[in-house]
Nanobody, 123 residues
Framework: QVQLVESGGGLVQAGGSLKLSCAAS????????MGWFRQAPGKAREYVAH???????NYADSVKGRFTISRDNAKRTVYLEMNSLKPDDTAVYYC?????????????????WGQGTQVTVSS
């Protein structure tokens, strides 16, 4: 079992930055593949980025070059650093985890989810 708790969301002006954190409980965190998703009001949950246990990464085109995913296995934490934020980035951001994943861009690819943290970008 893995429990995930996100933090770091908030209100920021366009062009600003935020760094989200996702703290995980449970053993073997370093073996889990981690992802970030987001969901805006009235829209489906969408993939943002993932980081596999062996450091493979990928990003949605909409955030590539602006967002960076990283992890600290000693702290059992995955991060999402968000720069050059835009009003379109406004959403609830969710952290997700899976062990032994093979695909990472769909919500169904993950087994464990956090409760989400709100990010609001004002224009």
């Amino acid at each position: 079992q893995v429990q995930l708790v996100e933090s770091g969301g908030g209100l920021v002006q366009a062009g600003g930055s935020l760094k989200l954190s996702c703290a995980a409980s449970g053993r073997f965190f370093s073996s889990y593949d981690m992802g970030w998703f987001r969901q805006a009001p009235g829209k489906a949950r969408e993939y943002v980025a993932h980081l596999t246990w062996n450091a493979g990464t990928n990003y949605a085109d909409s955030v590539k070059g602006r967002f960076t995913i990283s992890r600290d296995n000693a702290k059992r934490t995955v991060y999402l650093e968000m720069n050059s934020l835009k009003p379109d980035d406004t959403a609830v951001y969710y952290c997700a985890a899976v062990y032994g994943g093979t695909q990472y861009t769909r919500a169904d690819d993950y087994r464990y989810w956090g409760q989400g943290t709100q990010v609001t970008v004002s224009s």
